[in-house]
């Protein structure tokens, strides 16, 4: 099971000059599989996405996240490994995806975000992000 918080973005009040609102998001994969991160009623730029070679500043509303890489702690618990000895205690190395979502012009209310593979879905990876505060412009 997986337990997905609510995201509250406090958007300050705009005028037509107002600069864009936009936030960094840092998306964390500690699973040893990949994740498809979607937003429904927003998109976002995916800044490091490690299936596109060359960067481009394109909106999308999912993304995938790479699965983390299954490690050993080292009795001086400073190493990570690959698991090779089951004598250590096993954890993951997180990916980190990260992206920009310009909340300037997202209507105000609540959103769903979620893994877009159903059985991740379906186990609790759903969360809301509660957008508030001044109107869009």
């Known amino acids: 099971q997986y337990v997905m918080p ?8 705009r005028t037509p000059h107002s600069p864009p609102y936009v936030e960094h998001w840092t998306l964390v994969n500690a699973a040893t599989q990949i994740h498809a991160f979607h937003i429904h009623q927003l998109t976002f730029v995916t800044l490091n996405n490690p299936f596109e070679p060359r960067q481009t500043r394109v909106f999308e509303d999912t993304t995938p996240l790479l699965p983390g890489t299954p490690c050993i702690m080292q009795p001086d618990g400073k190493a990570c490994v690959k698991r090779t000895d089951n004598t250590y205690t096993p954890w ?9 979502i310009d909340f300037s012009k997202v209507p105000l209310g609540r959103w769903v975000y979620h893994c877009h593979m159903l059985d991740h879905e ?11 505060g001044g ?3």
């Open 135 to 137: 109107e869009p412009v």
């Open 92 to 100: 993951v190395l997180p990916t980190r995806t990260e992206i920009e």
């Open 122 to 132: 379906d186990k609790g990876m759903m969360g809301i992000i509660q957008v508030d």
């Open 6 to 13: 609510t995201i509250h973005v406090h958007r300050p009040k």
